[in-house]
């Protein structure tokens, strides 16, 4: 009777807190309910850190050159693609960078930046591939938790941002990640060709400088907004999440960056063997 009364309670609470949503999103791919992307990041984690590895402990790693290969400068295509949405729908025709709203109407512009939106939600599906060719290459020592937090935490915070505020304020950070990817996924790519491809990785340390610096922008524009006066932006709670988002990041990096480079814990070589070091994204 408790179990029934709570159950009841709960999806009415839903049904309540649903109505708030972006009907235009609604049929989209993934967008009906939580409850499928909750599955397939349960199996992620799942697979990345218990089953994954115990299916490899007695096996070779499997040879994924090639596949990596297109799959990294896929991925430095898809970002592109992204990031020029992001421009085209907003952040380079109209958005100010201190309070944008959320445009709610049918107007091609809006809808091209709901789209844009939920295409970054989706890309951060395909990016869980990143954990899963560390796994079955049996680099278990790349599946750290900044690493798999961080893929993690990305679509399931992104499902709400598109069911409730697909545009406005609070995309600034998911344009400067897709620009971010575009260097990043190249390195990766590069990495995967091999040690031919060596002397022109002299950048690594720079690149994770580069995610430094994109976190610190999240938090000074997520920051600035609360300062502005009469902001009328739909979901404030967005604003306390990416301020979230942006310290937590940006502190989980600066660590892992004086960890790398100041105490010299990792090599400052891009490239050892041929094996490309660590993605944390």
């Given at each position: 009777m408790v179990f029934s009364d709570l159950t009841s309670r709960t999806v009415h609470l839903y049904d309540e807190w649903i109505k708030d949503a972006d009907p235009r999103v609604g049929d989209w791919?993934?967008?009906?309910?939580?409850?499928p992307?909750?599955?397939?990041?349960?199996?992620?984690?799942y697979f990345v850190t218990s089953l994954g590895p115990k299916l490899m402990e007695n096996r070779k790693p499997f040879d994924l050159k090639k596949l990596m290969i297109t799959y990294n400068f896929l991925i430095v295509l898809f970002s592109l693609y992204m990031c020029y949405e992001f421009i085209m729908s907003g952040w380079g025709v109209g958005y100010s960078y201190r309070c944008d709203i959320v445009d709610y109407s049918r107007s091609p512009i809006a809808l091209r930046m709901a789209w844009t939106c939920w295409l970054y939600y989706f890309s951060k599906f395909i990016e869980l591939l990143d954990t899963i060719f560390f796994v079955l290459r049996k680099k278990n020592s790349q599946v750290t938790f900044l690493h798999v937090f961080h893929h993690t935490i990305m679509p399931w915070t992104w499902w709400f941002g598109v069911k409730f505020a697909a545009g406005g304020l609070g995309t600034f950070?998911?344009?400067?990640?897709?620009?971010?990817?575009?260097?990043?996924?190249t390195y990766y790519g590069l990495c995967a060709l091999?040690?031919?491809?060596?002397?022109?990785?002299?950048?690594?340390?720079y690149l994770t400088t580069l995610q430094l610096v994109q976190f610190i922008m999240v938090t000074v524009h997520?920051?600035?907004?609360f300062l502005v006066k009469d902001c009328?932006?739909?979901?404030?709670?967005?604003?306390?999440?990416?301020?979230?988002?942006?310290?937590?990041?940006?502190i989980l990096f600066a660590h892992f960056w004086y960890r790398a480079y100041t105490k010299g814990?990792?090599?400052?070589?891009?490239v050892k063997n041929g094996v490309c070091k660590s993605k944390n994204n």
């Amino acid at each position: 009777m408790v179990f029934s009364d709570l159950t009841s309670r709960t999806v009415h609470l839903y049904d309540e807190w649903i109505k708030d949503a972006d009907p235009r999103v609604g049929d989209w791919p993934l967008m009906s309910s939580p409850l499928p992307q909750a599955i397939i990041l349960g199996l992620y984690v799942y697979f990345v850190t218990s089953l994954g590895p115990k299916l490899m402990e007695n096996r070779k790693p499997f040879d994924l050159k090639k596949l990596m290969i297109t799959y990294n400068f896929l991925i430095v295509l898809f970002s592109l693609y992204m990031c020029y949405e992001f421009i085209m729908s907003g952040w380079g025709v109209g958005y100010s960078y201190r309070c944008d709203i959320v445009d709610y109407s049918r107007s091609p512009i809006a809808l091209r930046m709901a789209w844009t939106c939920w295409l970054y939600y989706f890309s951060k599906f395909i990016e869980l591939l990143d954990t899963i060719f560390f796994v079955l290459r049996k680099k278990n020592s790349q599946v750290t938790f900044l690493h798999v937090f961080h893929h993690t935490i990305m679509p399931w915070t992104w499902w709400f941002g598109v069911k409730f505020a697909a545009g406005g304020l609070g995309t600034f950070h998911a344009l400067l990640n897709t620009a971010v990817h575009v260097v990043m996924y190249t390195y990766y790519g590069l990495c995967a060709l091999g040690p031919a491809y060596q002397k022109y990785l002299w950048w690594k340390k720079y690149l994770t400088t580069l995610q430094l610096v994109q976190f610190i922008m999240v938090t000074v524009h997520i920051g600035q907004s609360f300062l502005v006066k009469d902001c009328k932006y739909q979901f404030p709670i967005f604003q306390y999440i990416i301020m979230c988002y942006g310290c937590i990041f940006l502190i989980l990096f600066a660590h892992f960056w004086y960890r790398a480079y100041t105490k010299g814990q990792r090599l400052p070589k891009t490239v050892k063997n041929g094996v490309c070091k660590s993605k944390n994204n």
